[in-house]
Structures are given as structure tokens and as C-alpha cells.
T-cell receptor
Framework: RKEVEQDPGPFNVPEGATVAFNCTYSNSASQSFFWYRQDCRKEPKLLMSVYSSGNEDGRFTAQLNRASQYISLLIRDSKLSDSATYLCVVNKGGSYIPTFGRGTSLIVHP | DAGVTQSPTHLIKTRGQQVTLRCSPKSGHDTVSWYQQALGQGPQFIFQYYEEEERQRGNFPDRFSGHQFPNYSSELNVNALLLGDSALYLC??????????????FGEGSWLTVV
């Protein structure tokens, strides 16, 4: 089983839709969680950290479920500019090295 | 505030050749990590340098080596290139410290094609 697993998609949604991605991780010692966004042929960029209590940044909401070992990303009112690959990133406690999922592709169409 | 810079941005090499990729970390950062990202995959960790030493290494063969300089910049060297080494090579910088939650920042990457 991979350390971090994501559905590669693509998720194809119309503008204005709400879409959610999940990411599961295998190591229960994981302590830090992030979502990165990667545009086509570009580098990954930090979208948001994921806190135990859940956190929201505008149209984006991230949640952590430690019991089931997954994190989620919810995007409301999708925009065309949200089209990208969303990478789930998990960092084990005591490790300096984050582990990336393969990413979930989102395509928002008019 | 300069971000992470990498060079070259694109290069084409022949099987068996050697390549050197370069990275300057974000201003104030002292830790550099290298990742390989094949098409359709997430970044795979190659190794990390801190205080000019390789601190941790991923599951990559010895053909992949690196170096960090006193100014924190870094090089990634790949010897005896294989077709499968074709990928985007990403450099990421961060601040060292006991916290495992330090945010990493990526450079734009170096696209390597091996023919």
C-alpha cells in the first residue's frame, strides 16, 4: 500500500460546482498535512495546510480525519482557474521529508 | 525576496551521458531537497541536504548524487543516464528545524529529456 493515495481523476465539473477530493495515508504517525496545487508543466505551490480542527480559506476547506487516516479538500463555487492537479502531502512526525500523493486532476469547464 | 531558482529549465541528453542541475534556495532557507516527477505522478523524494551534508535519501540509485555549497545552493548530478530518467526535477527549499511541518517551496524545475 502506498504511503499516500489519491484518486488521479480527472474530476470534470462545471463552473460553480462543489467538488471534494480525498487523500488517504498509511502511517498513523503522520503529523503534518498539506494540499499543494500544480498547474500543467509548472511547479507545485502550497495551497493550504490542514489542521486537526479543519480550516477554511475562501472557497477552499480542508479537513483531517485521524481516525480514518484521510484528509479532504472541498472546493466550492468552482472557477475555470481552479483547473489544476491537487497534490496531497503528508509529513511523518520526526521526519523532515514530506511524502506526496500522485495528485488529483480537476478540470472545470464552462 | 528571491524564490527558489533552478537551472537549466530544459535540457536534452543522450543515454549514458551525465547531467548536473543547479538550485539556489529561497532567501533565508538552509535546506534543499530534490524531487523527481515523472508525467502523471507526484514528486518522488531523491535526497535532502542540510549543512552541506546529505541528511536523508530516498529510494534512488547511486547514479544520483548531490552537493550543497556553503551558500546553501545545491547541485544534483545524474550519471549514466537512462531513458527512464526523463522527468521534471524539482528543487525545494525549507528551513531546518525540529518541526516536521516546515513549509517547502519549489523552484520551477528542470525538464530533462533523455534520448
Amino acid at each position: 500500500r502506498k504511503e499516500v493515495e489519491q484518486d488521479p481523476g480527472p474530476f470534470n465539473v462545471p463552473e460553480g460546482a462543489t467538488v471534494a477530493f480525498n487523500c488517504t495515508y498509511s502511517n498513523s504517525a503522520s503529523q503534518s498535512f498539506f494540499w499543494y496545487r500544480q498547474d500543467c508543466r509548472k511547479e507545485p505551490k502550497l495551497l493550504m495546510s490542514v489542521y486537526s480542527s479543519g480550516n477554511e480559506d475562501g472557497r477552499f476547506t480542508a479537513q483531517l480525519n485521524r481516525a480514518s487516516q484521510y484528509i479532504s479538500l472541498l472546493i466550492r463555487d468552482s472557477k475555470l482557474s481552479d483547473s489544476a492537479t491537487y497534490l496531497c502531502v503528508v509529513n511523518k512526525g520526526g521526519s523532515y521529508i514530506p511524502t506526496f500523493g500522485r495528485g488529483t486532476s480537476l478540470i472545470v469547464h464552462p | 525576496d528571491a524564490g527558489v531558482t533552478q537551472s537549466p529549465t530544459h535540457l536534452i541528453k543522450t543515454r549514458g551521458q551525465q547531467v548536473t542541475l543547479r538550485c539556489s534556495p529561497k532567501s533565508g532557507h538552509d535546506t534543499v531537497s530534490w524531487y523527481q516527477q515523472a508525467l502523471g505522478q507526484g514528486p518522488q523524494f531523491i535526497f535532502q541536504y542540510y549543512e552541506e551534508e546529505e541528511r536523508q535519501r530516498g529510494n534512488f540509485p547511486d547514479r544520483f548524487s548531490g552537493h550543497q555549497f556553503p551558500n546553501y545552493s545545491s547541485e544534483l548530478n545524474v550519471n549514466a543516464l537512462l531513458l527512464g530518467d526523463s522527468a521534471l526535477y524539482l528543487c525545494a527549499s525549507s528551513l531546518a528545524g525540529p518541526s516536521s511541518g516546515n513549509t517547502i517551496y519549489f523552484g520551477e524545475g528542470s525538464w530533462l529529456t533523455v534520448v
